[in-house]
């Protein structure tokens, strides 16, 4: 293939691109480690409903294993992961991950974001199992948007506390370690109503694509003059 | 192409249900990749200013076909915190390798097989191929037009630097731009 087909490519290419994320879900958010695609959150009391997660441990005299519950969707919108030996192995034990619908008492720190999720680890009797003493869960969940990053806050069924939270990556979702189970929820601050970006706050889209494009233009002529000048000089 | 599936599945394994998000997986992958092409016999050529330009005009064309696609107008830049800051490397790192091994390594070997057409179709198809067990069937279609124009790159710019330089833009573009 020559140059030109190369370039006859590239064109392709983009269209091709433009076309694929035109269609895309609207949370996906396209460009991820390359390509991170993320299904529309799904909301309680939404059609489809979002889904929970079970996983059951027999009882062993092995350590409890490190393991992940999560929830179906993609990316999972709410999932826990668990370092070996978190919990005490020597009885069966489940771990569940519900939605559940949201507690009256609202967190302090902002505006519940997503659905509020429950996790909870039970005997066989059906006995709340708390981790050991000093382990640190990590609950990954998923929220409707990266701006402002939410907190992931715990309810303990009186008040809710804010977690130290970081990003974990595609479809806006946010993790936060806990030594113990119960509802969490990711948390947008700033009180009932979340700040919306201001209209002028960023930089318009269309700026930003005119620019990149007289960039785009205006490099490939320079760059293959110099080429051009560099291999006339040897 | 086995070293490839070999080096995706170590990822897989290693990064669990996150592998998407999994920094050690991600890390552990991109030093599989470079170790197959290193074994390969992959070397590092002398880079060339036009493959650099070629390489930064594909990231920005990237950047920009996926800002047409976003519902929102205006850009932000993402908070700085330690996470981002760990990513940023690790993601490049990811990109670079997957590059050497896949329009470095494979294309040229494709290409004293069958032609730039076949190498070009085969790294296409790998590359999207790779990325399904991380994204999902879903990302096939993004997945081939990306590899497609990352391959495009390749043939224009002769050399593997460009589509390198173009994926690392737009990753970590991806991370930053909000």
């Known amino acids: ?234 | 192409m086995a070293g490839i599936a070999v080096a995706t599945g170590l990822r897989i394994a290693l990064g669990g249900p996150s592998t998407a998000a999994s920094m050690p997986a991600g890390v552990a992958f991109a030093l599989a990749l470079l170790a197959l092409a290193a074994g390969a016999g992959w070397r590092l050529g002398r880079p060339s200013l036009a493959a650099a330009g070629i390489g930064v005009a594909g990231g920005l064309v990237l950047v920009a076909a996926w800002l047409t696609a976003r519902t929102s107008a205006a850009v932000d830049l993402a908070p700085v915190n330690t996470a981002i800051a760990a990513w940023t490397p690790v993601v490049a790192l990811i990109a670079v390798a997957e590059e050497v091994m896949l329009r470095g390594v494979l294309f040229n070997a494709m290409r004293n097989w069958g032609g730039d057409g076949w190498a070009l179709a085969a790294t296409t198809v790998l590359f999207a191929a790779m990325h399904v067990p991380l994204y999902g069937v879903g990302a096939l279609p993004l997945d081939l037009a990306v590899g497609l124009l990352l391959g495009g790159l390749r043939i224009v710019s002769g050399s593997v630097l460009a589509p390198a330089i173009a994926h690392v833009l737009a990753d970590i573009a991806g991370g930053w731009l909000l």
């Open chain 1, 1 to 234: 293939m020559t140059r030109r087909h190369g370039v006859v490519v590239v064109l392709v290419a983009v269209a091709a691109l433009a076309a694929v994320w035109r269609v895309l879900p609207a949370a996906s958010p396209a460009i991820y480690d390359g390509n991170c695609i993320a299904d529309p959150y799904v909301s309680l009391g939404g059609s489809p409903a979002p889904q929970g997660a079970t996983m059951s441990f027999p009882a062993t005299a092995a350590p409890f294993p490190a393991s992940e519950v999560f929830t179906g969707e993609t990316p999972p919108q709410a999932q826990v992961l668990m370092e070996g030996g978190s919990f005490d192995n020597a009885v069966a034990l489940t771990i569940r991950i519900d939605p559940v619908a949201e507690p009256a008492v609202k967190p302090s720190n902002g505006a519940i974001e997503g659905n509020v999720y429950k996790f909870s680890a039970v005997n066989a009797a059906g006995v709340a199992v708390a981790p050991r003493p000093n382990v640190l869960l990590t609950i990954v969940l998923r929220g409707t948007k990266s701006v402002p990053p939410p907190i992931i806050d715990r309810f303990n069924g009186t008040t809710w506390t804010p977690l130290t939270t970081q990003n974990s990556g595609c479809g806006n979702t946010f993790l936060a370690s806990s030594t113990q189970l119960g509802e969490f929820a990711a948390v947008a601050p700033g009180g009932a109503s979340p700040p919306q970006p201001a209209p002028s706050g960023g930089i318009p889209g269309a700026l930003i694509i005119g620019g990149l494009a007289a960039l785009l233009v205006i490099a490939i002529v320079v760059l293959f003059t110099l080429d051009r000048s560099r291999n006339r000089s040897r």
